[in-house]
């Protein structure tokens, strides 16, 4: 509150003029308190900080495995190859049947102690014994490529088929030569896979385990055989 002089001996001129400067610094006073800042209230209560979403979201849990290494590969079981080696002409092998038993020197199945089987084939024309011999040579070229290159002669086994298995109609549907069919069955089909188990040793196995099975089913004791009548005595 500001206090205005009433001193009736004050001139009225001057009086005038304090009226006038106590009125302006009022208005300065009240100016000076609008623009600072509004004083807090002490009776509001504090404001806590909430956390965001991003602050307490834990972390995605990971399903990758730590105790697998980066570009670690899984060990796979070797897997069986087959091939076909074709025969144009004759039996000697083309620069082309060469490349691909070269690629079959690098697979994996190679360096299995698995036997090489080597099918050999011809088409229809000529008879039936020249076909075997056909076979059977073509057949004879691949396992010598392949013992001239480091595999084991014991793991090849040479199989003639002659004409018995074409891919392919030796003759078109007229009776004419089918220049093509018999061109894709002069072929040499390899195969390197695990010996399959002979019929017989399964057959053994399979009436083993019958057998068992039943014995270990039937339960007591076998009756016992029916008793012969007693022979009559000799009369006297």
Do not use: K, Y
């Not at 570009?71 to 004759?90: C, K, S």
């Not at 020249?130 to 001239?148: H, I, M, T, Y």
């Not at 019929?199 to 012969?228: C, I, K, L, N, W």
């Amino acid at each position: 509150m500001i206090a205005i002089p009433t001193d009736s001996r004050l001139p009225q001129p001057a009086l005038r003029t304090a009226i006038l400067a106590l009125a302006a610094l009022g208005l300065g006073a009240c100016d000076v308190r609008q623009d600072g800042a509004a004083e807090p209230d002490p009776t509001a209560s504090p404001v806590t900080a909430q956390p965001s979403p991003a602050d307490t979201a834990s972390p995605a849990a990971s399903i990758m495995r730590d105790d697998l290494d980066e570009g670690e590969a899984m060990d796979l079981p070797t897997q069986p190859v087959a091939l076909t080696i074709p025969f144009p002409n004759g039996a000697d092998l083309s620069p082309a049947a060469e490349r691909m038993l070269a690629g079959i020197l690098q697979e994996d199945a190679m360096g299995e102690p698995w036997p090489v089987v080597l099918q050999g084939h011809t088409d229809s024309g000529g008879n039936d014994q020249a076909n075997l011999r056909a076979s059977r040579a073509r057949a004879e070229a691949v396992a010598a490529w392949l013992v001239e290159r480091g595999v084991a002669d014991d793991r090849i086994e040479v199989v003639a088929f002659g004409e018995q298995n074409p891919i392919a109609p030796n003759a078109l549907p007229d009776g004419s030569a089918n220049e093509e069919g018999r061109r894709r069955n002069r072929r040499v089909e390899l195969r390197i896979a695990p010996p399959a188990a002979p019929a017989s040793t399964a057959a053994d196995e399979t009436a083993g385990a019958d057998a068992a099975a039943t014995g270990a089913a039937v339960t007591g004791t076998p009756p016992a055989p029916p008793r012969r009548p007693a022979a009559p005595d000799n009369e006297t």
